[in-house]
C-alpha cells in the first residue's frame, strides 16, 4: 500500500530529513538506510533503488518520494513508517510532534516510538484479535543483562571532594577513573572519599558501605580537555572485576546505559530511553538519563563494557552540524585509550583486559 502525503506535509518531511545530523554526505546517508532497514527481507533492494547522491535536499525529496511508494517491509510495517520511527529521536520537539502526527493521519500502521505509552498506539486490529504487540520502542532484553549490569555496578564509586559530588569506577584493582572537573589534582585526590557499594539491597535497605581515601603520591594522570582522570586508591575492597575500556566506535541508534551517583545519592542505573544520538572518535552524545552527581560514570554498552566515560548534558552543540540538542554528553573510550597510550603507558598497560 502507498502513502499519500499532502504537499504541506510532503515538504515539511523532506525538511526534517536534510536537516538530519546523518543526511550530510552518501556516505552517512547509506548508512543511514542501513540502520533503517537492517534486518528486513527488502533492506538491500531498497538500499539498491535508492539514489543516495545529491544535495541534502534532493536526495531528501527522493527518499520520502520512494519509501511511501515502497509500500510494507514486513507484515504490518509501511517502509515510511519504519523509517520515521528510526529518526524520530534525532528531530527536535516540533518535528517529532509532527512526525507523531502523520502516524494519527496517515495509514502507517506503527506508531512513532516517542510513544512510550499504550495510549498513543493506533491500531486498526478487532480487539478480539489482539494478542500481545511491540508498542513503540521494542523494550524486550535478554535476562542475563541484568547480570552483567549487576556484575558492573560493583566497580561504580561514589565521589566526595572538597568541591562537590561525582562519580567514578574502578579500571584496574586500584585504579579509578573519573572527570577530570570532578578531581583535577592529586592534592584534590587526596583529600577525597571515594565510596563502594552505596546502594539499595534486594530488601530496598543500604548496603553496608566501605569508604576509602586516594594513595598519597601514587599514579596519577589527568587530562582537562578530554575531561578524565585516573588516580589512585589505597585498601580497595574486593569490589569483582574492574570494567574494561572498549576501542569501539559506537552508531546513532546504539543502546548506552549508565550506572551512576545522581545527586551524589544511592546508586542508580538509566536503562530505558537510552540511545546513542551522535558519535564519533572523541564525542558521544545520548539520550540516557543523568544528573549533577553522575559526572565521571562509565557510559555503557549491551555487553557493559566502558565506551566513554560521562561529563556534562543540555542544549550541546553537535561536532558535525553545531545545531544545538538537549542531549547529555562523554568522552569516547577510543579517545581516552589513544591519550593513556600515548601519554600515560603505564596506566595504558595496567587496564583491565
Known amino acids: 500500500m502507498t502513502v499519500q502525503l499532502s504537499t504541506p506535509d510532503f515538504q515539511r518531511l523532506t525538511r526534517i530529513i536534510q ?8 556516505r552517512d546517508r547509506r548508512r543511514l538506510i542501513i540502520g533503517v532497514f537492517e534486518g ?34 514486513a507484515y504490518d510495517k509501511e517502509a515510511l513508517a519504519v523509517f520515521l520511527n528510526h529518526i524520530q529521536p534525532f528531530t527536535g520537539d516540533e518535528d517529532t510532534d509532527f512526525i507523531v502526527e502523520l502516524f494519527q493521519n496517515y495509514p502507517l500502521d506503527v506508531p512513532a516510538s516517542v510513544s512510550r505509552g499504550i495510549n498513543n498506539w493506533k491500531g486498526i486490529d478487532n480487539t478480539a484479535d489482539i494478542k500481545e504487540k511491540i508498542i513503540g520502542e521494542n523494550t524486550l532484553r535478554d535476562i542475563y543483562i541484568l547480570n552483567l549490569a549487576l556484575e558492573a555496578s560493583k566497580a561504580v564509586v561514589r565521589i566526595r571532594t572538597s568541591e562537590g559530588l561525582g562519580t567514578g569506577f574502578m579500571v584496574a584493582p586500584d585504579l579509578l577513573m573519573t572527570n577530570n572537573h570532578v578531581i583535577k589534582t592529586q592534592e584534590i585526590a587526596e583529600k577525597s572519599d571515594f565510596s563502594f557499594n552505596y546502594q539499595l539491597d534486594i530488601n530496598g535497605k543500604e548496603c553496608p558501605t566501605q569508604t576509602i581515601g586516594a594513595l598519597a603520591d601514587g599514579v596519577f594522570y589527568t587530562n582537562e580537555e578530554l575531561d578524565f582522570t585516573v588516580v589512585t586508591l589505597k585498601d ?7 570494567l574494561i575500556l572498549k576501542s569501539k566506535l559506537v552508531r546513532p541508534d546504539d543502546r548506552v546505559a549508565i550506572i551512576q551517583h545522581p545527586g551524589g545519592h544511592l546508586k542508580k542505573i538509566s536503562i530505558q530511553n537510552n540511545f546513542i544520538a551522535y558519535a564519533d572518535n572523541k564525542v558521544l552524545q545520548y ?7 553522575s559526572s565521571g560514570s562509565p557510559v555503557l554498552d549491551d555487553d557493559f563494557q566502558v565506551v566513554g566515560i560521562h561529563h556534562s548534558g543540555g542544549m550541546l552543540p553537535e561536532p558535525s552540524t553545531q545545531r544545538r540538542y538537549l542531549r547529555n554528553a562523554g568522552t569516547s ?10 601519554n600515560a603507558p603505564e596506566i595504558h598497560a595496567r587496564l583491565a583486559q
Open 19 to 26: 536537516n538530519l545530523p546523518d543526511f550530510a554526505n552518501v
Open 333 to 342: 573510550a577510543i579517545a581516552l585509550l589513544n591519550d593513556l597510550k600515548n
Open 287 to 293: 539520550t540516557t538519563s543523568t544528573e549533577p552527581g
Open 236 to 242: 580497595t575492597p574486593n569490589f569483582g572485576n574492574s
Open 40 to 73: 528486513t527481507p527488502q533492506a538491500n533492494t531498497i538500499l539498491g533503488r535508492l539514489d543516495l547522491d545529491g544535495t541534502p535536499m534532493s536526495v531528501s525529496v527522493e527518499v520520502v518520494r520512494f519509501l511511501c511508494q515502497f509500500g510494507r517491509v
